[in-house]
């Protein structure tokens, strides 16, 4: 009888698979006593690592009943205390937000063997901001935001494109205005855990909780 693996099974042995990590270290003595300060200076050290895709992070929802969800977006802002992301009001992580306004955000940077943790309340950039961005956009990006209606069932692709094909005719340089169902969200963050990989699994994890009165919190905690 043969004795191959079955075809369902990866092609790597999952329990074994092991990296370790021993790049940097993190100290709770010489983090910056801000959550969101620390985080965009982590965040400047991934972009002068050439990280790719820096600004990649997931991002997680739950539903008014409490079912979760969780999708790659990209952030888009850092001021004013908040990180922005823009998306349809129509999709499912916007009606998750809409009727749960909290949300959880996840950076995994491998080439510095660092993740980054966020939890928050979520609120609607103004109308300003979201036109501001939707008209820096690549003008196919554009069309394709007012083609797609993100999340919801559609026939085949080729209706998308017929639909894309149709904006395009009408707006051939990509000047259309923005659609009432697309703009962006700020996450005002509450938690922040910087989490760097160290040898033996006995990795770094340095957590920020917002206090009433403002400020942070910081603590150490076990990997």
């Known amino acids: 009888m043969s004795s191959s693996k079955d075809p369902l099974e990866p092609a790597v042995d999952l329990p074994r698979l092991r990296t370790e990590y021993s790049r940097k270290l993190l100290d709770e003595q ?8 620390q985080f965009i200076r982590w965040l400047n050290e991934a972009l002068a690592a050439k990280v790719n895709e820096p600004n990649a992070m997931t991002l997680a929802t739950a539903s008014s009943d409490g079912l979760p969800t969780a999708r790659i977006v990209l952030l888009k802002g850092v001021d004013g205390g908040d990180l922005s992301f823009f998306t349809n009001y129509q999709s499912r992580k916007s009606q998750d937000l809409e009727n749960n306004p909290r949300a959880a955000l996840v950076f995994w940077w491998p ?46 692709r ?26 962006g969200y700020r996450v005002r ?5 910087f989490w760097q990989g160290r040898p033996s699994r006995l990795h770094d994890r340095i957590e920020y909780i917002l206090k ?9 905690l076990a990997p």
């Open 212 to 220: 009433d009165a403002g400020g942070w919190t910081i603590r150490r």
């Open 189 to 193: 963050p509450t938690r922040f855990e």
């Open 111 to 156: 080439e510095l063997e660092r993740q980054v943790r966020i939890e928050g309340t979520v609120r609607h950039t103004s109308e300003r901001e979201s036109d501001d961005y939707f008209n820096v956009r690549p003008p196919a990006a554009r069309l394709g935001a007012a083609a797609s209606a993100q999340s919801q069932p559609i026939a085949s």
């Open 158 to 183: 080729d209706e998308l494109q017929a639909i894309y094909n149709q904006l395009l005719k009408q707006y051939p340089q990509g000047n259309l205005p923005r659609p009432a169902h697309w703009g």
């Open 30 to 37: 010489d983090v910056d006593r801000d959550g969101l300060q």
